[in-house]
């Protein structure tokens, strides 16, 4: 790592493409790890719970007296923290938090779907494409930073994914980059399984599935979990989505269920990552959203191109590059593309990616302190 002083040398000796390369020899991170929760409003990470839709009617909730002694609140604060204590003590305190559009930080998706595959395919490959207009199982024909990566060095970079969504390995085209995914429902694999993988892959059969294309995020998160110390990934993609499923079918009691327990996954996560050596202070977790949801009753309920909403997500970073900002307010548009070039500029790469993807949009500033 380069010191300041240095770093300031070489800035004024230097032609800019070194400097580039300077500020990508001085990043401290060695892993990423992207955690993703499908559908989750910027609505309820900055504000908490919206009281309106604590409602049997709004919100389809079955004891809205439980659920605001739960999340409720009298502030947009007490109530968040409430919803997300590890994102609002931790996250927010340790690193930045963009998105909240009560105080001019707007993220946006820019793809025009605001479907699950758009969104996870403007994200990962740095650009929203028209062809995407569908949520099936169809070979991505982009090419993601995970795959770019991989197949740049599949030494160096040890990629890996486990998802909820069976449509995940299509996404990621498994059939070409080669990158191992777990996804639905799918079994722990492997010749010597550990007990923890024979107990997960046995709760995973006996379950009751409330969706068969789609594991329940407890599953998912705790298969990442045993695969972690195991498969040791350096690029790794987490992606739940109870929150999605359960707003879609209105229950916005259940909803606010899984983004509370999405936060006690992001706190096991960040605590799992900071005992291991190959991950402590040299992680950077990257938490984001697919898409936003409509406003208000119903429209919380979809995301699509007719529901205004579905565009307006929320992104946070923490890690060794990432400067303690924490919640940040009137910030320039920041768009959903703009972390498949912050995953390569935070691995070392980004000079080689945006040469290899020009149109990619750029990093991050603020994520890798640039
Ligand atoms: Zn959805």
């Known amino acids: 790592m380069r010191s300041p002083a240095s770093f300031a040398a070489i800035f004024l000796t230097c032609s800019l493409l070194p400097v580039a390369q300077a500020q990508q020899d001085s990043i401290r991170t060695r892993n990423v790890v992207i955690i993703t929760d499908d559908g989750l409003r910027w609505e309820e990470v900055f504000r908490g719970a919206d009281s309106k839709l604590i409602d049997k009617q709004a919100g389809g909730v079955e004891d809205p007296e439980a659920l605001q002694r739960a999340f409720g609140g009298d ?20 690193g930045i938090v963009l998105g909240n559009r009560d105080r001019n930080s707007p993220v946006r998706a820019t793809n025009g779907k605001y479907l699950s595959y758009a969104g996870y395919n403007e994200m990962l490959t740095g650009n929203a494409d028209p062809r995407i207009d569908f949520n099936d199982k169809r070979p991505n024909p982009n090419v993601t930073v995970l795959e770019w990566l991989s197949q740049r060095d599949s030494q160096k970079f040890r990629v890996s994914a486990v998802a909820g969504w069976d449509v995940m390995p299509s996404i990621l085209n498994t059939a070409r980059s080669g990158i191992p995914v777990n996804a639905g429902w799918q079994p722990i694999g492997g010749p010597e399984l550990s007990t923890d993988a024979i107990l997960l892959n046995r709760m995973m059969e006996l379950a009751i599935r409330d969706w068969e294309t789609v594991r ?42 899984a ?12 605590e799992t990552l900071q005992a291991h050596p190959q991950y402590r202070d040299s992680t950077t977790v990257i938490i984001t959203t697919d898409h936003g949801r409509g406003h208000s009753a119903p429209g919380w309920r979809d995301h699509d191109a007719k529901t205004p909403g579905s565009e307006e997500i929320w992104i946070a970073v923490m890690g060794p590059d990432t400067p303690p900002l924490g919640e940040r307010t009137d910030t320039r548009e920041v768009t959903q593309g703009q972390i498949a070039s912050t995953v390569a500029a935070l691995m070392g790469e980004l000079n080689p990616f945006r040469i290899a993807f020009p149109k990619a949009a750029p990093p991050i500033e603020e994520a890798s302190g640039k």
Not at 259 to 270: G, I, N, S, V
Request: hydrophobic share 40%; charged share 25%; aromatic share 14%.
């Open 75 to 94: 502030t947009p604060e007490q109530r968040r923290e409430k919803l997300m204590p590890f994102f609002w003590t931790t996250v927010a305190r340790k």
């Open 216 to 257: 329940n995020d407890v599953f998912t998160f705790w298969v990442a979990m045993e695969q972690l110390p195991r498969t040791r990934p350096n690029v790794l993609l987490i992606s739940l989505g109870d929150t999605d499923d359960y707003a879609h079918g209105g229950r916005y009691d259940q909803y606010l269920k």
């Open 259 to 270: 983004a509370h327990q999405f936060d006690a996954h992001l706190k096991e996560l960040w």
